[in-house]
């Protein structure tokens, strides 16, 4: 009996106590800059998109949510043909997000992505694409890649020796 | 004339009080279970979220009314409305200030008595006729509960009456004019108390309901305004045995400064939240526990009662 009071003082002080709810639409939520929410496709400092259609994204998700197809612009760089996201199926996991190793794909502090019709859920390349780096501003992943592409040759990417010629190295 | 009028107007009065209540409860319980867990409840429909009640309304009356086949359709569509005219019922012998209240019965409480026994057919032919395991068993529960707690619910008034020397619930509240009953009687009113917590299906005596263990227990099969039916029944009889606490042990009307009809109001809320605080934190009973806690505490406890008050009335008369 004397549990059961002091129970239900305890649940009465309650009444005091500030709540815990954060109202939504009125009061927003603090995100956390790690926050896994909406994908988004970004840009190298040059502009160029950082997708290099590797498939590594589509291969790591587990749900299968993520669908693209690689092409080669003149010069031989790889990119995505399309790149295309079906957000109903995404689990903001972020296992993209750790298998891209040109910091393509990143995972933002953004929910709000809430649609009336299904087929709006499905986010082409236009519209994951943003402008700028995301969270890597100064990476640019061609030029620290000892891969030849217009504007830069073998051996002149960053920390990169010219190119040796192994024939002009026999006795 | 004009004593036809002002009973015309009393009865309308009381019913459309005592259901604006009930459905008001609905918005209540959920704001109190809300702020004792420090969440908000319903705030968005309105001011403060009133408004809810209003929504809720709406869509419970909208909702499909289904019967389903294997039920006993006649027996099942008269079961909720059982709960809510048997307590509807009760409301018209409570005093709600000098003057004001339905009707003025010599036997007023022999009467509640008498309704609140009647209001549990309503949950044992609901679980019955809903053809459903669960629902039966959340009805044979009902009666068990029943047979255990309407015993001592009644002794444990006898010690009122006794020093109240009557039945009638205007006498009872006149007779406390000196010294409110919680007083001399606090054994009683803790077993009436626990009584009518039993009486309400509420927690942690809603063991006819059990979500947690009978999908719904007996209104498992009930849906649309069958199931609000039951719904308003509950927080009626919350209504009506906090306001039967007050007119029983905590003098009714009687009061200070305000007007009648407010210190009633006042004081029956009180014990309204105070049914809301018990389901916020205590848990349910097992069914058992209930039965043995019935029959070997509170059946004691309110003879131990009836007898004292004798003999202290006798004493004081002889």
Known sequence: MWSLIKSMWRVFLHTFRPRETVQYPDERPALAPRWRGRIILSRDPDGEERCVACYLCAAACPVDCIALQATEDAHGRRYPEFFRINFSRCIFCGFCEEACPTYAIQLTPDFEMGEYRRDNMVYEKEDLLISGPGKYPDYNYYRVAGLAIRGKDKGQAEREAPPVDVRGLLP | ?318
């Not at chain 2, 009393?10 to 867990?37: C, D, F, H, Y």
């Not at chain 2, 309407?150 to 009456?161: D, P, Q, R």
Request: charged share 10%; proline share 5%.
């Open chain 2, 1 to 318: 004339m004009s004593g036809t009028v002002w009973a015309l107007l009393n009865i309308v009065g009381v019913l459309g009080v005592a259901l604006t209540v009930a459905s008001g409860l609905i918005w209540l319980e959920r704001r109190l279970l809300a702020l004792w867990q420090d969440r908000y409840g319903p705030n968005r429909v309105g001011p403060f979220g009133l408004l809810q009640v209003l929504a809720d309304m709406i869509k419970i009356f909208t909702k499909e009314d289904w019967v389903p086949p294997f039920a006993d359709r006649g027996v099942f569509v008269l079961a909720p409305a059982i709960v809510v005219a048997t307590v509807l019922m009760t409301f018209a012998v409570v005093p709600v200030a000098p003057g004001i209240g339905v009707v003025d019965l010599n036997v007023g409480l022999l009467f509640f008595l008498a309704m609140s026994s009647l209001g549990v057919y309503s949950v044992i032919l609901a679980g019955w006729a809903s053809n459903n395991k669960y629902a039966l068993l959340g009805g044979l529960r009902a009666s068990a509960q029943m047979v255990s707690y309407e015993v001592f619910m009644g002794l444990s008034l006898m010690g009122v009456v006794l020093l109240a020397g009557s039945f009638n619930l205007r006498e009872i509240v006149q007779a406390q004019r000196h010294l409110w009953f919680c007083v001399p009687q606090i054994l009683g009113l803790v077993v009436f108390l626990t009584a009518g917590i039993a009486e309400t299906h509420r927690l942690p005596f809603d063991l006819p309901e059990a979500e947690s263990e009978l999908v719904a227990g007996y209104h498992s099969e009930y849906s649309g305004m069958k199931f609000g039916m039951f719904f308003v029944g509950e927080y009626l009889g919350v209504t009506l045995i906090s306001a039967l606490i007050v007119t029983l042990f905590f003098g009714g009307w009687l009061g200070p400064v305000l007007p009648p009809v407010v210190w009633f109001g006042l004081k029956t809320l009180a014990f309204i939240c105070f049914f809301i605080l018990l389901r916020a934190s205590l848990p349910r009973l097992r069914y058992d526990q209930l039965m043995a806690y019935g029959w070997k505490a509170m059946l004691p406890l309110a003879l131990a009662n009836l007898v004292v008050t004798g003999a202290v009335v006798l004493a004081r008369a002889g």
